[in-house]
């Protein structure tokens, strides 16, 4: 039998599955509506694990926190429209209690169950495949804690409370206030969110990364034709200027440029009250690392328009 477009319609808002999804179901089931609702039902994980294959790099990134702890996770989706969904929204704050309560370790979290159900987490997101009609994925998580101190989370440009395109978190350790040692994490945590550092200090610096600087400056002096002694200066200098872009605490502030960050971090402990340092950060950007595909859109929808 013809299915109209407007029983495509009321399955879509019954259901919330993709308007191709509710097309073939009530084609399999020959227009009943109840019937069609049942077999989308039945068919979300195979539908799932369909949509499994198509790429998803847009979503969103979430924070939580606790006391001297936060989270911050990556959930996925193929489009940024549904990262505007309030279901979806919902889900990544719940994915990212969960990551809270399971100390930010990304199997426990997918295996936990998910708040206000029997379902795991993972379970969970593939009947969201289903529902929302795009491929789904709860990326990664982390945490950082401190015995004594304060984590302080930020998300910039936030499209809702605690979820946004790019989070960090920073720790620091004190036995000062902890309002005034969180506000200035906060401010940390802005800054590493505009520079993106490579490490806290230079001793966390890959080791491999340093001496491929090291030997690119190396080779840029000895073009000079200068002596030994003072190539050997240079490429100090070299370094040190490098450390300075990539190693957090060298880097200048971004709220105060005329101050490093581990001198913007002394200059604080004056208001903390207590000496104060930054044990740790994590700066999670959606999607990046991910290949995207490209697509033509417009192709896309005349396609599902034939179909």
Same mark, same amino acid.
Not at 12 to 26: I, P, S, V, Y
Not at 32 to 56: C, H, P, Q, S, Y
Not at 234 to 242: A, D, H, N, P, Q
């Given at each position: !039998?013809?299915?109209?477009? $407007?029983?495509?319609?009321?399955?879509?808002?019954?259901?919330?599955?993709? !308007? !191709?999804?509710?097309? %073939?179901?009530?084609?399999?089931?020959?227009?009943?509506?109840?019937?069609?609702?049942?077999?989308?039902?039945?068919?979300?994980?195979?539908? @799932?694990?369909?949509?499994?294959?198509?790429?998803?790099?847009? =979503?969103?990134?979430?924070?939580?926190?606790?006391?001297?702890?936060?989270?911050?996770?990556?959930?996925?989706?193929?489009?940024?429209?549904?990262?505007?969904?309030? @279901?979806?929204?919902?889900?990544?704050?719940?994915?990212?209690?969960? $990551?809270? @309560?399971?100390?930010?370790?990304?199997?426990?979290?997918?295996?936990?169950?998910?708040?206000?159900?029997?379902?795991?987490?993972?379970?969970?997101?593939?009947?969201?495949?289903?529902?929302?009609?795009?491929?789904? =994925?709860?990326?990664?998580?982390?945490?950082?804690?401190?015995?004594?101190?304060?984590?302080?989370?930020?998300?910039?440009?936030?499209?809702?409370?605690?979820?946004?395109?790019?989070?960090?978190?920073?720790?620091?350790?004190?036995?000062?206030?902890?309002?005034?040692?969180?506000?200035?994490?906060?401010?940390?945590?802005?800054?590493? $969110?505009?520079?993106?550092?490579?490490?806290?200090?230079?001793?966390?610096?890959?080791?491999? %990364?340093?001496?491929?600087?090291?030997?690119?400056?190396?080779?840029?002096?000895?073009?000079?034709?200068?002596?030994?002694?003072?190539?050997?200066?240079?490429?100090?200098?070299?370094?040190?200027?490098?450390?300075?872009?990539?190693?957090?605490?060298?880097?200048?502030?971004?709220?105060?440029?005329?101050?490093?960050?581990?001198? $913007?971090? +002394?200059? @604080?402990?004056?208001?903390?009250?207590?000496?104060? +340092?930054?044990?740790?950060?994590?700066?999670?950007?959606?999607?990046?690392?991910?290949?995207?595909?490209?697509?033509?859109?417009?192709?896309?929808?005349?396609? %599902?328009? +034939?179909?």
């Amino acid at each position: !039998m013809s299915i109209t477009a $407007a029983q495509v319609k009321e399955l879509r808002e019954l259901t919330g599955a993709g !308007m !191709m999804d509710c097309k %073939a179901a009530l084609g399999e089931t020959n227009g009943n509506m109840d019937e069609a609702v049942d077999w989308l039902r039945k068919k979300g994980i195979a539908k @799932a694990d369909k949509k499994a294959g198509r790429t998803a790099a847009e =979503g969103l990134i979430g924070v939580d926190a606790g006391l001297r702890e936060a989270v911050v996770v990556e959930v996925n989706s193929e489009t940024d429209f549904v990262a505007r969904n309030d @279901a979806f929204q919902d889900l990544v704050r719940n994915v990212a209690k969960v $990551a809270l @309560a399971h100390g930010g370790d990304h199997e426990k979290t997918s295996a936990a169950k998910f708040p206000h159900t029997e379902k795991s987490v993972a379970d969970t997101i593939k009947d969201a495949i289903g529902t929302i009609g795009e491929n789904l =994925g709860f990326r990664r998580s982390a945490r950082l804690g401190v015995q004594q101190g304060e984590v302080a989370t930020y998300i910039h440009n936030a499209v809702a409370d605690n979820l946004g395109k790019l989070g960090v978190m920073v720790a620091i350790e004190t036995t000062g206030d902890g309002k005034a040692a969180k506000a200035f994490a906060r401010q940390v945590a802005m800054h590493v $969110a505009a520079t993106n550092p490579l490490s806290l200090d230079v001793d966390a610096l890959d080791p491999a %990364a340093v001496e491929r600087e090291r030997a690119i400056f190396s080779d840029q002096a000895r073009a000079s034709g200068k002596p030994e002694n003072i190539i050997e200066k240079m490429v100090e200098g070299r370094l040190r200027k490098f450390y300075e872009e990539v190693v957090l605490l060298k880097q200048a502030f971004v709220l105060n440029p005329d101050l490093t960050v581990e001198a $913007a971090l +002394k200059a @604080a402990e004056k208001e903390i009250g207590a000496p104060a +340092k930054i044990t740790g950060f994590v700066r999670f950007a959606l999607g990046e690392g991910i290949e995207k595909e490209e697509s033509d859109f417009a192709a896309e929808v005349a396609a %599902a328009v +034939k179909n």
